[in-house]
């Protein structure tokens, strides 16, 4: 019976994912509030952030698939980048806790960070249509408008699942974003040479590439071939 239940609720996750995540895109209540306070609702929502990692590098990935990379490493790399997401989530989780004393309110706490985390990876929901940045012209300011999309539902989120008010919600979610992003470009550039190492280990490639210059790869790569 057990194994039943487990299975059971296995295959209800991706429908627990979808409603979570169409409800955090129209900025619903009951959404957030369940990322704060549910432990399943936090799990779909790290899947979340970690399949919005997948989907911004499924536009990446074309330059791997046109090489004719093996597909464990077109798969790894997949997966790489959703973990490097779901740590982005927990930096900035931990940023938002970090300076929330300094808004007075004393609601968020140690305690939270469960809630917190969950809140954070569910504002990742806008982000499942990264694959679209690899588009040229607009990809770079789609990929723009997504992360701003993603920081104004991390400020309603906290404000939903936390009551905090918007201001505080605005402060302790900017902030967040703010010293999650000045502690992964420090980390960043201190890690620079052994991550680009751990990215060629993965995919064979470092995946650092703009969208015009993938496209311009692949274009290239299309006419040696007719000419070969």
């Known amino acids: 019976m057990y194994v039943v239940l487990m299975l059971a609720d296995l295959l209800a996750m991706p429908l627990t994912m ?6 955090a895109i129209g900025f619903s209540t009951e959404a957030f509030a369940a990322a704060a306070a549910s432990g399943r609702a936090q799990t779909a929502a ?5 399949l919005a990692g997948v989907s911004e590098m499924l536009g990446q990935s074309v330059i791997l698939v046109v090489n004719r990379v093996a ?15 779901v740590l982005t989530a927990l930096a900035w989780a931990l940023s938002a806790i970090a300076v929330a004393p300094l808004t007075r309110l004393g ?29 040229p012209y607009f990809g770079q300011a789609l990929g723009n408008l997504l992360e701003a999309f993603a920081l104004a539902l ?11 008010p918007l201001h505080a919600a605005a402060f302790c979610g900017g902030a967040g974003w703010v010293l999650s992003y000045i502690v992964r470009s420090y980390l960043g550039h201190l890690l620079a040479t052994p ?34």
């Open 18 to 23: 979808m409603s979570l995540a169409l409800g």
């Open 71 to 85: 597909l464990y490493r077109f798969l790894a790399s997949l997966a790489f980048t959703g973990f490097t997401y």
């Open 154 to 164: 991390a400020v309603f989120g906290l404000h939903a699942g936390f009551g905090l």
């Open 107 to 135: 609601v968020l706490g140690p305690n939270e960070i469960a809630g917190v985390f969950g809140v954070v990876s569910l504002a990742f929901a806008p982000r499942l249509f990264g694959v679209f940045s690899i588009a």
């Open 195 to 228: 991550l680009k190492r751990v990215r060629f280990l993965v995919s064979g490639s470092a995946l650092d590439k703009s969208p015009q210059q993938i496209i311009d790869d692949l274009a290239r790569r299309l006419k040696l071939e007719e000419n070969a």
């Open 46 to 50: 790290l899947l979340i952030a970690f």
